[in-house]
C-alpha cells in the first residue's frame, strides 16, 4: 500500500532524489553506447575507414531513438493510468536488460551479421525504455516540486540527463588512464561500461519501489487520458514539438556528438576528448539548477526566447571556431561558452512541457511529440553531421542546426509565459 500523506519537505526531497538517480542510470546506460563507440564501433562494423565505421555506430544510435516514440505512448499510458512510480519502474527495469545484452553480445568476428542485428536489438530496447523515461520523470519532478521552486527542483531532470553522461566519461577515463591499455579496451573493456550500466539499473530499481506517488495523479486518475485526451490539447502539442525541435539538436550536437567533432575534425587523441568532453559535461551540470531557479524568478518563456536569439547567432560561429582549434584548453572554452546558450534550453524545457498538460495527460503530453521531435531531429544529429562529413561539407551541418534553432525561436515568441498559466494547478 503506497503512501497517500502529503509530502514533508524532506520526504519531497528524498523522492526527487531519487527519482532523479533513476534518471541519471537511465541517461548513463543510453550515452555509454556514444562515449564507448570509439573502441567498439570496429568490432561490429568490420573495415578500414574509421569515419566510416562510425558512421555505422551513430546509424543504430539514430535508429534507437525512432523507438523513443513507442516507449512514449506506452510508458505514457502507464503513467498516466497506472501511475509516475509503476512507469519509471518498468523503465529502468528495460534499460537495465539493454545494458546487459551489449555487454555480452558477441563481435562480428565471432558471430557475423548476427553481432550488429544483436546490438540493434540492445539499442531498440533502450530507445522504448528512455522513451518512457522522459515523461514519466518529467512529470514526476514537477508535480512533486513546489509551485515556487518548480524550475529550480525540474532542472534536476537535466542535472541527471548530463550527470549520467558524465558518469560514462569518467568510467572511460578511469578505464584509459588507470586500469586498461587501449588494445585490452578495444578488445573487451568496453564490456565493463556496459555492464556496470546494468548493475546501476538493479540499484535503482530497488530505490524506486519505495517512491510515493504524486497527489496530482491520485486527483486525476479516473479522467480520461491517452491519445483521446491529447488530441484535445493540439496546440499545446504543437508547442512542444516546436520548442524542442531546435534544443534537441542543440543538446545532442554538444553531448553525443561532440566527442566525435573533437577525435575526427579537431583532432584530439583519445584521452584528449575524454577530459574536454567531461570537463564541459560538469560545467553544464553545475548551470541547470542555477538557470532553473532563475527562471522561477523571470519566467520560462524569456529564457527560452535567449536560447533562440543566441543561439541562432552564435551556434555557426562556434562550432566553426571549435573546429579549426587545435588546442584542447581552447576548445574546453568554447564548449562552455556554447552551454551558456544551450543551457537556457535544457534547464527549463521539462517544467515547461509539464506545466502545458493536464495531469491526466500530463506523462504522455510531454513525452510523446518530444519523442517524435527528438527521433527525428536529436537522434539522427549525430549521423546528419557526420553524412556532411564524409560529404566534405561539414559545415553544412552547422547551418542546419542555426535553423533548426531558429524554427525553435520562433515558437518561443508566441508560446504563451507557463509559469503564469501553468495547468499545474488545475
Known sequence: MLNRAPLTDRARIGAILIGSAGNLVEWYDFYVYSAFSLYFADAFFPGDDPVAQMLSASGVFALGFFMRPIGAYVFGRIGDGRGRRVALMLSVLLMCAGSL?????????????????????????QGLSLGGEYGSSAAYLAETA??????????????????????????????QNFVLDDRALRDWGWRIAFAIGALLAVVVLIMRRDLTETAAFETARKEPGGLRGLLAHKRETATVVGLTLGGTIAFYVYTTYMQKFLKLSVGLSATQTTWVSAGALLFALLLQPIYGALSDRVGRRPMLIAFGVLGTLFTTPLLTAIGNTRDAWSAFALICLAWLIVGLYTSINAVVKAELFPAAIRVTGVALPYAVTVSVFGGSAEYVALWFKAQGHESWFYWYASAAIFVSLVVYATMPETKERSRMED
Do not use: D
Not at 540493434?120 to 530496447?125: D, G, Y
Open 101 to 125: 545484452i551489449i555487454a555480452l553480445v558477441p563481435t562480428y568476428a565471432s558471430i557475423g551479421a548476427g553481432a550488429p542485428a544483436l546490438l540493434l536489438f540492445a539499442r531498440l530496447i
Open 146 to 175: 513546489t509551485p515556487a521552486r518548480r524550475g529550480f527542483y525540474s532542472s534536476f531532470q537535466y542535472v541527471t540527463m548530463i550527470a549520467g553522461q558524465l558518469l560514462a566519461l569518467c568510467v572511460l577515463l578511469i578505464l
